[in-house]
């Protein structure tokens, strides 16, 4: 974990000898319909708090089952940056006390394999965002960690 600038930076990384199309379609077939691995029954508790104040529909909600497109909602984020193949951005829409994204960037790794890079970036709204930041460190890197595994299991078959 690092701090950068007023911004927490935690970042996963996993190599892969799935190609990189296996690995962007097991990235962009996340969420909605199909959840997200492994993960699902966290993120699912993770937003709790949320569903007091929200429908359903905007905590599972893709508007199309096969793409992301910038702009667009993939469950409790939106995607904010898409390099198809490449990179992609979400940035949270879940109630907390600053703001956080979730990037995903897939790059050329040595032999062949590819490098599945997973970083969550948080910049904290005032000595709340400080304490969430470090009281979710534990559960964030547990989940996180097994979504990038998840994923590149997914990618492989």
Not at 10 to 31: F, I, K, M, Q
Not at 32 to 40: M, S
Not at 90 to 100: D, I, N, T
């Amino acid at each position: 974990m690092a701090r950068e600038r007023g911004f927490y930076v935690d970042t996963v990384e996993r190599t892969s000898t799935a190609g990189p199309d296996a690995l962007w379609a097991a990235v962009e077939g996340l969420g909605g319909e199909r959840g997200w691995h492994g993960t699902d029954r966290l993120w699912f508790l993770r937003a709790l708090p949320n569903r007091a104040s929200l429908p359903p529909s905007r905590l599972r909600h893709r508007e199309d089952p096969d793409r992301l497109a910038e702009g667009r909602r993939l469950d409790w984020w939106t995607v904010e940056a898409l390099e198809r193949g490449r990179h992609l951005r979400l940035r949270s829409l879940v109630r907390m006390p600053g703001e956080a994204w979730l990037d995903i960037a897939l790059l050329p790794g040595p032999g062949g394999t590819v490098r599945y890079r997973q970083t969550t970036v948080f910049r904290p709204a005032g000595p709340a965002g400080h304490l969430y930041w470090y009281a979710m460190l534990v559960p964030h890197r547990a989940v996180l960690g097994r979504l990038a595994d998840d994923v590149l299991r997914a990618a492989a078959g």
